[in-house]
T-cell receptor, first 114, second 109 residues
Framework: DAGVTQSPTHLIKTRGQQVTLRCSPKSGHDTVSWYQQALGQGPQFIFQYYEEEERQRGNFPDRFSGHQFPNYSSELNVNALLLGDSALYLC?????????????FGEGSRLTVL | KNEVEQSPQNLTAQEGEFITINCSYSVGISALHWLQQHPGGGIVSLFMLSSGKKKHGRLIATINIQEKHSSLHITASHPRDSAVYICAAHGGATNKLIFGTGTLLAVQP
């Protein structure tokens, strides 16, 4: 049973560019949430998708957007990249919308903005 | 002041010691998660609890809703337990997940 998979694992972009990160949830899970983790910091919640709609959102600007597909996979898009967007981006899936179910995390996508 | 505070920030223990990591939160919650993160980034969920106590192997998590406090205990610690331990509170009113800054644990043989 495949767990949560994320791609790409590493990528390098320059300021002003746009990036798309992808996440496939664990089999049987329909809820996907995204997190940003800067080096040496704890993760910060970006948003959560359920039934193809953004259900909750953290304190992130509109440059951060997402999408969930009918097969429950999800994308995180970041426009107009800033140096401060350099971080590990984590995806987690669960059976339950919200955060009252166990979360299963992917290995993350490490983004470096130059 | 962060809404979720962990202590200690760093902890070094000798193999076999009993370890306690604390998490205090200021928001009303519907659930609290304990997570483990190894170098390289991958996060593993250890516990999700909303009341009482849970045990899995050598790990025990407790929560006191009235005192807004949770603890993670590791019995008979082992070098493979070395990792960052993170608590995250699900704020029921805001419906967001708020993370602590983590506790870096090093268990020496």
């Amino acid at each position: 049973d495949a767990g949560v998979t994320q791609s790409p694992t590493h990528l390098i972009k320059t300021r002003g560019q746009q990036v798309t990160l992808r996440c496939s949830p664990k089999s049987g899970h329909d809820t996907v949430s995204w997190y940003q983790q800067a080096l040496g910091q704890g993760p910060q919640f970006i948003f959560q998708y359920y039934e193809e709609e953004e259900r909750q959102r953290g304190n992130f600007p509109d440059r951060f957007s997402g999408h969930q597909f009918p097969n429950y996979s999800s994308e995180l898009n970041v426009n107009a990249l800033l140096l401060g967007d350099s971080a590990l981006y984590l995806c987690a899936s669960s059976r339950v919308a919200g955060f009252t179910g166990e979360l299963f995390f992917g290995e993350g996508s490490r983004l470096t903005v130059l | 002041k962060n809404e979720v505070e962990q202590s200690p920030q760093n902890l070094t223990a000798q193999e076999g010691e009993f370890i306690t990591i604390n998490c205090s939160y200021s928001v009303g919650i519907s659930a609290l998660h304990w997570l483990q993160q190894h170098p390289g980034g991958g996060i593993v969920s250890l516990f999700m609890l909303s009341s009482g106590k849970k045990k899995h192997g050598r790990l025990i998590a407790t929560i006191n809703i009235q005192e807004k406090h949770s603890s993670l205990h590791i019995t008979a610690s082992h070098p493979r337990d070395s990792a960052v331990y993170i608590c995250a509170a699900h704020g029921g009113a805001t419906n967001k997940l708020i993370f602590g800054t983590g506790t870096l644990l090093a268990v020496q043989p």
